[in-house]
């Protein structure tokens, strides 16, 4: 590796303890979206112990942050470095969180020494509510990343990838009303909205079968009535639809809509769909950043295996459209360990883990650094942003 390089691994190490703690408390208080109050704080205070200054709620959203280096005012070019920390419902840290913050804010520190005083154009992002919430989403609408020319982060997984494609989404809620009668005794005077929402279920399942490879529709009955003897006058189900372009997002959208009204009609119910905020985007690739960071990982010795194809929502999705922004997925665990379990969180925490977070945290560090100091690479990446 270059001197630089080696000396921001070096630094990377030193953080060690400090980068393991951040992990584990994280991982000892799961928050999940928009509640992440106790993990805003802890790091924040990290940040400021390493001078940094932090602004907290920024972009109207409650649990996010924003940490510049004190005392540098802000340069072009700008990478934020960014961090995730929300949690899953009762699983926990099943997605890794932990260690998305943890190595972005060791990243984030290392570059910071080795820059000095010349460290304007770093800035580290706190981006709440990724599970469901769409935290970055809100953030790049808001304006907070204006002014910024690269996006970086890494997410736990089972294999190593500089990076990969990830779906559009749309979640959304189908209700539908009926009237509810006595089930044996006047069931001619009911309407049946559960007959409706199992309608709606079939029509969408068949219609999946015309589905193209990028395109998938999964969800479950939330509310399907209140007791067998009544008639069911309201039901409710909650829905993803995933495309990995905007456009076939929407379409199969509308399709589903249509799976939906078709059910009422069939039944005499009225129906509602409700479409929740933000809507993902896919994930606008940038290859001259993942070849940069695929480098740094041939440099860390790091075994690059194929992309399997498998493919997710993220809201990063919508801030590769805003700018640059790289994804790139390091392995914690074996392939047979599901992201989203409780043995994945586990995971976390083991040896395996903790030396990942410390290989990421340099690799994004020296990819940043990459970015910065090479207006060829910049250029390159521009480039790509702008097809």
């Known amino acids: 590796m270059t001197r630089i390089k080696d000396q921001i691994g070096s630094e990377v190490d030193s953080l060690a303890d400090d980068l393991f703690a951040v992990s584990d408390f994280l991982l000892a208080n799961p928050e999940t979206a928009f509640q992440e109050f106790k993990a805003r704080d802890y790091l924040s205070t990290a940040l400021e112990e390493k001078g940094f200054e932090v602004e907290k709620g920024v972009g109207g ?8 280096p004190a005392g540098c005012p802000q340069t072009r070019p700008t990478v934020a470095m960014l ?67 690269a996006a970086m982060m890494f997410h736990p997984s089972s294999t190593n990838i500089p990076g990969q494609g990830m779906l559009g989404r749309t979640k959304f809620k189908v209700e539908f009303f009926g009237r509810s009668a006595h089930a044996s005794f006047s069931p001619d005077q009911g309407i049946n909205a559960l007959d409706a929402l199992n309608l709606a279920y079939c029509n969408i399942n068949s219609f999946r079968q015309h589905l193209r490879p990028d395109g998938r529709i999964h969800g479950v009955f939330t509310h399907g009535g209140d007791s067998p003897s009544i008639i069911p006058s309201y039901t409710a189900g909650l829905f993803y639809v995933r495309g990995a372009s905007r456009s076939y997002r929407d379409e199969l959208l509308e399709k589903v809509r249509k799976c939906c009204e078709g059910a009422a009609l069939a039944t005499g119910c009225e129906f509602k769909l409700k479409v929740f905020q933000p809507v993902l985007d896919p994930m606008k690739r940038n290859p001259a950043l993942e070849a940069a960071f695929m480098s740094n990982m041939k440099e860390l010795g790091i075994e690059i295996d194929s992309d399997d194809g498998r493919q997710g929502s993220s809201d990063i999705g919508n801030l590769s459209q805003y700018l640059p922004s790289i994804h790139p997925w390091l392995a914690i665990a ?29 690799m994004l560090a020296m990819t940043a650094w990459d970015f910065l100091n090479s207006p060829e690479l910049r250029e390159r990446v521009k480039e790509d942003f702008s097809i």
Do not use: M, Q, W
């Open 83 to 149: 961090a995730e920390y929300d949690a899953l419902p009762k699983i926990g840290h099943g997605c890794g969180h932990n260690l998305i913050a943890a190595a972005g804010l060791g990243a984030a520190v290392a570059l910071r020494r080795i820059l000095g005083d010349k460290t304007g154009g770093l800035i580290l992002v706190g981006t709440p509510a990724e599970e469901g919430g769409g935290g970055k989403a809100l953030l790049a609408e808001a304006g907070v990343f204006e002014g910024i020319d």
């Open 61 to 68: 959203v409650e649990t996010s942050f924003l940490a510049r």
């Open 334 to 362: 074996d392939p047979e360990i599901a992201i989203h379990s409780t043995e994945f969180r586990d995971a976390t925490s083991s040896s395996r883990g903790r030396r990942t977070l410390l290989d990421a945290a340099k």
